[in-house]
């Protein structure tokens, strides 16, 4: 089975820090993408960690503890055109290595 | 840069109509998928094809199939649509399974 758990919604204000959690619980784990998704457009690739530790990326850097089936994506400097949603993916392994997404998270960068 | 083009941005159809959503990669993927995406829901996989004429069901296919008939193409078709299939539709595609996927701009569908 396949569980994974985000918060629905975060604010944070302009130019702060933000970290965005996400949990999952995997018959088989192979990797976890992060992507954001602005309001009324497609998902984009932020990062994949494959294993554990931080992975940095400019003002991104992504998580990983496969021990404790965690990930977290922090935003720093936090700008407006942050705000969008965050969505976690767990690609599994064995078999098409499917990839399956997580609610996503809301966040609303406020001045 | 990928692009992932969707033949609709907004579609509205009534109950009962076949349904027929095109999406068409530039990049030479071998894989793309259907999405369907609902508040509260996210992000859920329908079908998936790794090669042309190659399909495999993701998590909801019910309601749904697929054709995909040349490398760069692969349509998501409502046999008969119902309300419930209101949704917003996203295609992508990735070079390898499991690697990042190149999304479309999405397609609104209203069934009324």
């Known amino acids: 089975g396949q569980n994974i758990d985000q918060p629905t919604e975060m604010t944070a204000t302009e130019g702060a820090i933000v970290q965005i959690n996400c949990t999952y619980q995997?018959?088989?784990?192979?990797?976890l993408f992060w992507y954001q998704q602005h309001a009324g457009e497609a998902p984009t690739f932020l990062s994949y960690n494959v294993l554990d530790g931080l992975e940095e990326k400019g003002r991104f850097s992504s998580f990983l503890s496969r021990s404790k089936g965690y990930s977290y994506l922090l935003l720093k400097e936090l700008q407006m055109k942050d705000s969008a949603s965050y969505l976690c993916?767990?690609?599994?392994?064995?078999?098409?290595?499917?990839?399956?997404f997580g609610i996503g998270t809301k966040l609303q960068v406020i001045p | 840069d990928v692009k992932v083009t969707q033949s609709s941005r907004y579609l509205v159809k009534r109950t009962g109509e076949k349904v027929f959503l095109e999406c068409v990669q530039d990049?030479?993927?071998?894989?793309m998928f259907w999405y369907r995406q609902d508040p509260g829901l996210g992000l859920r996989l329908i079908y998936f094809?790794?090669?042309?004429?190659?399909?495999e069901k993701g998590d909801i296919p019910e309601g749904y199939s697929v054709s995909r008939e040349k490398k760069e193409r692969f349509s998501l078709i409502l046999e008969s649509a119902s309300t419930n299939q209101t949704s917003m539709y996203l295609c992508?595609?990735?070079?390898?399974?499991?690697?990042?996927?190149?999304f479309g701009p999405g397609t609104r569908l209203t069934v009324t």
């Open positions: 990049m030479d993927h071998e894989n």
């Open positions: 992508a595609s990735s070079l390898d399974l499991g690697n990042e996927q190149y």
């Open positions: 094809s790794y090669d042309v004429k190659m399909k």
């Open positions: 995997t018959s088989g784990f192979n990797g």
């Open positions: 993916a767990v690609r599994r392994s064995g078999g098409y290595q499917k990839v399956t």
